[in-house]
T-cell receptor, first 110, second 113 residues
């Protein structure tokens, strides 16, 4: 079983809709959770991070963490064509490295 | 501009040749990482260093070596390149391993023929 699992997609949503991206992880000792966005041919860039259970909002992005269910999600409201990218979930344990999911490809249709 | 630089941007290499990918960060981060990214397989950790002078093996270390002589530099060496090492290589750094975000360099696209 992989440390971090994501639905590879592709996920397609119409412009203006909410895109929901999901991630599960296996290590209950995981302490930090990150969402990266990666455009084709580019390097990953951080969108959101969350450490505590619940929701964290930043503009159009909301990260949700449920440690009991070992589940973290990213919601993108009012999706724009510029949001079309691959989204990587990363999970970290203090003093250790990150574990990355394989990514979910999102396409926002104008 | 603070960040991570990688060199070269891309390289075509004959099998059996030795190659060193360079990575330099100016953020004074403690931890540095090398990943390879292949279609459908995501980012896979090759080697890491939690602090200058120490290194560790990641998920796919075979055929690669690293050194961390100082805080800023973390070169990745392929001693004898093979076609299966064709990939995009990303270097990353973090202030606190496993806790703080990792910043990524622009990547090196390597083709081994």
């Amino acid at each position: 079983q992989k440390e971090v699992e994501q639905n590879s997609g592709p996920l397609s949503v119409p412009e203006g809709a909410i895109a929901s991206l999901n991630c599960t992880y296996s290590d209950r000792g995981s302490q930090s959770f990150f969402w990266y966005r990666q455009y084709s041919g580019k390097s990953p860039e951080l969108i959101m991070f969350i450490y505590s259970n619940g929701d964290k909002e930043d503009g159009r992005f909301t990260a949700q963490l449920n440690k009991a269910s070992q589940y973290v999600s990213l919601l993108i409201r009012d999706s724009q064509p510029s949001d079309s990218a691959t989204y990587l979930c990363a999970v970290g344990v203090a003093g250790n490295q990150f574990y990355f999911g394989t990514g979910t490809s999102l396409t926002v249709i104008p | 501009i603070a960040g991570i630089t990688q060199a070269p941007t891309s390289q075509i290499l004959a099998a059996g040749r030795r190659m060193t990918l360079r990575c330099t960060q100016d953020m004074r981060h403690n931890a540095m990482y090398w990943y390879r990214q292949d279609l459908g397989l995501g980012l896979r950790l090759i080697h890491y260093s939690n602090t200058a002078g120490t290194t560790g093996k990641g998920e796919v270390p075979d055929g690669y070596s690293v050194s961390r002589a100082n805080t800023d530099d973390f070169p990745l060496t392929l001693a004898s390149a093979v076609p299966s090492q064709t990939s995009v290589y990303f270097c990353a750094s973090s202030d606190s391993p496993g806790v703080a975000e990792q910043f990524f360099g622009p990547g090196t696209r390597l083709t081994v023929l």
